[in-house]
């Protein structure tokens, strides 16, 4: 398996890069992470879209053309036989001696992975997941997709001692913005809701694809928030990403949603995804 650093690709168990990467001394840069189903990556487009919004945010230069990526791209999913899974790219502002401000001259620095990825069990579609509720403690700028991550690290760690599959954020008002790594949406009387775009929460690619999918079958879409007690007391509820797509969420806090089994509404919207995930695949 290889991975891709600064114009090379290397085995990926000898791929490095410098200590004096902003990246890693100051989490200063920006990652995508894009699902690839039969050798195709899904919503490719919109994915870079988000990596130059998140880059021109925090004033970093693209690191190749977007064209170049794409090719680059393809390179690494085709060395490594990727059929199925997830290509994880990451740019930083750089490399220069330590010091806050953003240093002149540096060229912005690229990394790229990928990783092989089962579709979700049986017994997770059958059963859902289960969530638990997390102080949302970060900053106010979470529609860039940053690598400063280490608030959700701690909230998605926290909901794994606690038995549950994601952590759900929760803010001062009572309100979930969104998951650890995932979107959160409550089903409630027919209304599919949730927290609407903005600088409280990442725009997810797979929230935004879902959110045209629906439209187009006539389904009842809100984008608004709704807090945690509104959550419990959904009919349905469910959670979506590039890496989990759509998954029903059946308990919160211990507490269960609606029947406790995946909602109607949540598997219709699964299957929309999905159908549009295999179109894109085909084309
Ligand atoms: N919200 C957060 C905080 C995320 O980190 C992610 C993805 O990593 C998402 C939502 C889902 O976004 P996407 O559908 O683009 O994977």
Redesign the pocket.
């Known amino acids: 398996r290889l991975a891709y650093v600064n114009g090379r690709y290397v085995p990926h168990a000898q791929a490095m890069v410098h200590v004096e990467d902003r990246g890693y001394q100051f989490a200063d840069g920006v990652y995508e992470?894009v699902p690839v189903i039969d050798g195709v990556l899904v919503d490719e487009e919109p994915h870079l879209d988000r990596l130059g919004y998140s880059l021109q945010e925090l004033r970093i230069a693209w690191p190749v053309t977007r064209p170049v990526l794409k090719l680059i791209l393809r390179e690494l999913m085709t060395s490594n036989g990727l059929k199925r899974g997830l290509v994880y790219f990451q740019v930083s502002r750089g490399v220069a001696p330590r010091d806050h401000k953003f240093p002149a001259g540096i060229k912005s620095a690229l990394v790229i992975t990928t990783k092989r990825m089962n579709p979700p069990s049986e017994a997770v579609l059958r059963h859902g997941v289960a969530v638990s509720s997390q102080p949302d403690i970060r900053w106010t700028r979470?529609d860039i997709k940053s690598l400063s991550l280490l608030p959700?690290i701690l909230a998605k760690q926290a909901a794994t001692e606690a038995k549950a599959f994601e952590a759900w954020l929760v803010d001062g008002d009572g309100v979930v913005t969104?998951?650890?790594?995932?979107?959160a949406w409550i089903v409630k009387d027919g209304t599919v809701i949730t927290y609407p775009k903005g600088h409280d929460?990442?725009g997810?690619?797979?929230?935004l694809s879902l959110l045209e999918l629906a439209d187009k079958t006539g389904t009842k879409l809100v984008e608004r928030s709704f807090t945690l007690k509104e959550a419990i007391s959904a009919d349905e509820a469910f959670l979506?990403?590039?890496?989990a797509f759509i998954l029903p969420v059946t308990s919160i806090d211990g507490q269960q949603i609606g029947s406790g089994k995946p909602g109607p509404v949540t598997q219709q919207l699964r299957q929309i995804y999905l159908d549009n995930v295999a179109r894109q695949v085909q084309a």
């Open positions: 992470v979470r959700n969104e998951g650890s790594s995932t979107n929460i990442l997810g690619i797979t929230r979506t990403s590039s890496s």
